[in-house]
């Protein structure tokens, strides 16, 4: 259907009572549009609908009723959560209903040039790290999606004179059509959400989807380091901005030295620019990143490269990397016990982000890992246990082929947490059996390489819990 002139009159369908949700239905009823929410929860877990029958909006909870989606339905906007297996969904794409996120009906409505931020890992970082550049250069950012304020609420406030910074999930991606940021960031892609997405293909693809309807005159920032952002130049028609942290790049934002195998760590490197007249700048010392490791360069760089492509001076980008100290669950210092230092990393998802998580530190780890079982053997992690951690606490459903891979990495301390149903008290066993292994001089992380749904509703819940243990010890 045609955005958003045709709203007016017509029955809309909105799957999934999330603030998002929400806030989307919201911005159709205004709109004139007809709107169903729907929710599998029960009523009385569903607070969010006493916030939208009083304005005229039909919210439906406790299952999906028979002939909620009927040919007469010109919309479906779902949760990025619900999987297209849902029947609603499957009855939709039946009907040739198109399908959506809040996502494609926020562009539409969106005044503000949009910045698309997305990757398998780094989204939150460089999202965070794009919108304080902007801001100290004077240039109006709002700082929505995934990352907090749903994109349709958002864009609700903005105008042309602001840039919405926006963090996108593969989830919502995969539900655009017309979606066009003026600026498009891949930062990387590794294997993750094939529970959701059924194959590496759906998950890649629907991560493109970012670069699908740009257009000369657009910007799309790739990560030269990443085989499958490279992968993707010939079928990119927006302007190329790459970043690297491994190799000198003729344009674009790069570390200088470069980070190359076997070299040493302890370098003085510098992430650079180069324009398209061959003019370099650097723009920062990496020892004056607000936050450690490798792959936080790698987040810099690309927050740098954003920041240039939207219109801020090179020069005005330092201050904002080096005064900000991370997000919370990511690589989040939380204190020191007995002389060794404890990190909250509970955004580690899957094995790479534990992985780059593990090359952040020089110390000898003690490693806190596992929860949902997504069919991984976490085998990638067996050199990276065997080169950085001291030894390991395993819990969750992975916990057994986690502690196989650590066993084989040469590991002589592997621990698993105590089991039981009050998930906070298996973590808190964790935090404490880590505590025994860790000496002075040592790091103690929290970096699960797998989701929390098999123990918690998210890994926010995870890494809280996990912080309060730390505080009790």
């Known amino acids: 259907m045609k955005h958003p002139d045709s709203y007016r009159g017509k029955e809309i369908v909105v799957l999934g009572l999330a603030r998002s949700g929400v806030q989307v239905a919201k911005v159709l009823h205004q709109a004139g549009a007809i709107v169903t929410v729907n929710d599998r929860k029960e009523k009385d877990q569903c607070p969010e609908a006493g916030e939208l029958e009083p304005l005229g909006i039909t919210v439906i909870c406790g299952g999906h009723p028979e002939g909620l989606v009927h040919p007469g339905i010109s919309l479906l906007v779902k949760n990025p959560g619900i999987p297209y297996t849902a029947p609603p969904v499957q009855e939709a794409l039946k009907l040739g209903i198109e399908v959506v996120t809040e996502v494609e009906v926020a562009y539409h409505i969106c005044e503000a040039p949009i910045i698309g931020i997305t990757g398998s890992n780094g989204k939150t970082t460089t999202t965070t790290w794009v919108g304080n550049m902007l801001e100290a250069a004077g240039m109006r950012p709002i700082v929505a999606g995934n990352i907090g304020t749903p994109l349709c609420e958002a864009a609700q406030h903005a105008d042309a004179g602001n840039w919405m910074v926006t963090e996108l999930s593969s989830f919502q991606l995969k539900g655009t059509t017309d979606f066009r940021p003026r600026i498009g960031c891949l930062l990387n892609l590794t294997e993750t959400h094939l529970d959701y ?70 370098l003085e490197r510098s992430i650079v620019y180069r324009d398209s007249d061959g003019r370099s700048q650097v723009i920062i010392p990496v020892k004056e990143i607000g936050i450690p490791g490798r792959f936080n360069v790698a987040n810099a760089a690309a927050a740098c490269a954003i920041a240039i492509a939207a219109g801020a001076a090179p020069e005005r980008l330092a201050e904002p990397l080096a005064s900000f100290h991370g997000v919370e669950h990511r690589l989040e210092y939380v204190r020191d016990v007995g002389g060794a230092a404890y990190y909250n990393n509970s955004k580690a998802t899957n094995a790479k982000a534990t992985g780059m998580a593990l090359t952040s530190f020089h110390q000898p780890v003690v490693l806190i890992a596992g929860g949902l079982d997504r069919g991984s053997d976490y085998m990638e992690l067996m050199p990276l246990l065997s080169e950085h951690v001291k030894a390991v606490v395993v819990l969750g459903e992975t916990a057994d082929k986690i502690a196989k891979v650590a066993e084989m990495a040469g590991l002589k301390h592997i621990r698993k947490a105590d089991t039981g149903e009050d998930a906070a008290a298996v973590l808190r066993s964790a935090v404490q059996e880590a505590a025994a292994l860790a000496e002075a001089g040592d790091v103690v992380l929290l970096s699960p390489a797998c989701a929390s749904w098999d123990m918690f509703t998210s890994y926010e819940e995870r890494g809280r819990i996990f912080k309060e243990a730390v505080h009790n010890l």
């Open 197 to 266: 997405h059924g194959s590496m293909e759906d998950y890649a693809s629907s991560k493109a989807k970012m670069f699908a309807n740009q257009k000369e005159d657009d910007t799309a920032v790739l990560n030269w380091d990443d085989s499958y952002c490279r992968s993707l130049v010939p079928y990119i028609k927006a302007k190329l901005l790459p970043f690297s942290v491994t190799e000198e790049l003729q344009v674009g934002v790069y570390v200088s030295p470069p980070y190359i195998p076997d070299t040493e760590d302890d």
